[in-house]
């Protein structure tokens, strides 16, 4: 199961919206309503922050979004701030079944 | 509120086996599941398979197939993650995330800290 492809990094300023992509195939992001996105600071544990594709757990902000075309879904963080500085991941479940994660992206606040 | 504490940091010579804890608290045990998943350095995440905490059913990515054994003992509340042949690649940080179903299926709801394993003659 070869990893889904994100983008290797994004960077916005302060205040600004940032959009980062995940690309699969028919077999896991296109095959169901099961992505999610994780965020990792550096030297943490990820953390979820959207599930089923659009959703967002209790307590995470509403300027997380998340959404899904076809084979490719995004996650569109809006308003930027600092502490959104860290990695993006997109997961997925499968056909297989099993579950892919995405090559992961840095985002970065300048 | 749900705490994952994994065990600690492991060095492991080339072809040993490495077994990983997992304890969680906060939530019933057995309505959860329970992923394993590593990171090796500078790497992306890697789902390497799953246990149902009530009936103990398993499900190993195929690239671990052959190497990775999970288990559970309900009566601790506690996961298990065996992993034999270890080489170099190995070298990662193995995290476990437990889904609670609070968000429907398929999600990592929590994690762990991660236990790091080092393969090193």
């Known amino acids: ?110 | 509120q749900v705490q994952v504490v994994q065990s600690g940091a492991e060095v492991k010579k080339p072809g040993a086996a490495v077994k990983v804890s997992c304890k969680t608290s906060g939530y019933a045990f057995t309505n959860c599941a329970f992923h394993w998943v590593r990171q090796a350095p500078g790497q992306s995440l890697e789902y390497m398979g799953w246990i149902i905490g009530g009936n103990g059913n398993t499900n190993y990515s195929p690239r671990f197939q052959d190497r990775v054994t999970i288990t559970r003992d309900t009566s601790a509340s506690t996961v298990y993650m065996d992993l034999s042949s270890l080489g170099s690649e190995d070298t990662a940080v193995y995290y476990c995330a437990v889904e609670t179903y609070i968000n429907g299926c398929c999600n990592f709801d929590y994690w762990g800290q991660g236990t790091l394993v080092t393969v090193s003659s």
């Open chain 1, 1 to 110: 199961q070869s990893a889904l492809t994100q983008p290797a990094s994004v960077s916005g300023s302060p205040g600004q919206s940032i959009t980062i992509s995940c690309s699969g195939t028919s077999a896991d992001v296109g095959a169901y309503r099961r992505v999610s996105w994780y965020q990792q600071h550096l030297g943490k544990a990820p953390k979820l922050i959207i599930y089923n594709v659009s959703d967002r757990p209790s307590g995470i902000s509403s300027r997380f979004s998340g959404s899904k075309s076809g084979n490719t879904a995004s996650l569109t963080i809006s308003g930027l701030q600092p502490e959104d500085e860290a990695d993006y991941y997109c997961s997925s479940y499968t056909t297989r079944p099993t579950y892919v994660f995405g090559s992961g992206t840095k985002v970065t606040v300048l």
